[in-house]
T-cell receptor
Framework: NAGVTQTPKFRILKIGQSMTLQCTQD?????MYWYRQDPGMGLKLIYY???????DKGEVPNGYNVSRSTTEDFPLRLELAAPSQTSVYFC?????????????????FGNGTRLTVT | DAKTTQPTSMDCAEGRAANLPCNHS???????VYWYRQIHSQGPQYIIH???NNETNEMASLIITEDRKSSTLILPHATLRDTAVYYC??????????????FGKGTHLIIQP
């Protein structure tokens, strides 16, 4: 299994440009998440999804959109890039289903996309 | 989710046991303690979790006090590759609620050769 794969690894955007950060997982996980991590800080949840067709806002959703058309893929869209969106973006997944797996299914993270907006 | 308090940084000699403390005095009865680590620039990696009993796996041991207000992650024989930021997280669910898991600033563990 490749686990959670994120592309691209690095990207530089100009203010106002748009882009999509790709995330795919091959573990048949139901739950998927997008986090951002600013330098020297912890992670903050942007959006999450509990299954195909279902998405919900996290702590910091403004400026982002997501979709979940398949179990495997959970792309994150930036429509009008701003310098405040300069960050490292991590996608994660977990199994989630079933009583015990809600507690006992750890998050699997990708290796991140490093985005700079100038 | 309950808040956690961890030291900002710790040093440990290679080959010795690394003991990372975490305080979670406001933990609720149905909240688990999860530990993740983040090696430089990589995505966080799950280590271990527990509810009230001590737990052990191939990576580490987790000791939770009887009142559950604190816990200690033990890396039994630390290597240089264990240098990382370690996050102690308290949550009812492994994925967190609507705000996800609260990854604070964690403890920067530095293994010295």
């Amino acid at each position: 299994n490749a686990g959670v794969t994120q592309t691209p690894k690095f990207r530089i955007l100009k203010i106002g440009q748009s882009m999509t950060l790709q995330c795919t997982q091959d573990m048949n996980h139901n739950y998927m998440y997008w986090y951002r991590q600013d330098p020297g800080m912890g992670l903050k949840l942007i959006y999450y999804s509990v299954g195909a067709g279902i998405t919900d806002k996290g702590e910091v959703p403004n400026g982002y959109n997501v979709s979940r058309s398949t179990t495997e893929d959970f792309p994150l869209r930036l429509e009008l890039a701003a310098p405040s969106q300069t960050s490292v973006y991590f996608c994660a997944s977990s199994h989630g289903q079933g009583e015990s797996r809600i507690y006992n299914s750890p998050l699997h993270f990708g290796n991140g996309t490093r985005l700079t907006v100038t | 989710d309950a808040k956690t308090t961890q030291p900002t940084s710790m040093d440990c000699a290679e080959g010795r046991a690394a003991n990372l403390p975490c305080n979670h005095s406001t933990i609720s009865g149905n909240e688990y303690v999860y530990w993740y680590r983040q090696i430089h620039s990589q995505g966080p990696q799950y280590i271990i979790h527990g509810l009230k009993n001590n737990e052990t796996n191939e990576m580490a041991s987790l000791i939770i006090t009887e009142d559950r207000k604190s816990s200690t992650l033990i890396l039994p024989h630390a290597t240089l590759r264990d240098t990382a930021v370690y996050y102690c997280i308290v949550s009812r669910f492994s994925g967190g609620g609507a705000d996800g898991l609260t990854f604070g600033k964690g403890t920067h563990l530095i293994i010295q050769p």
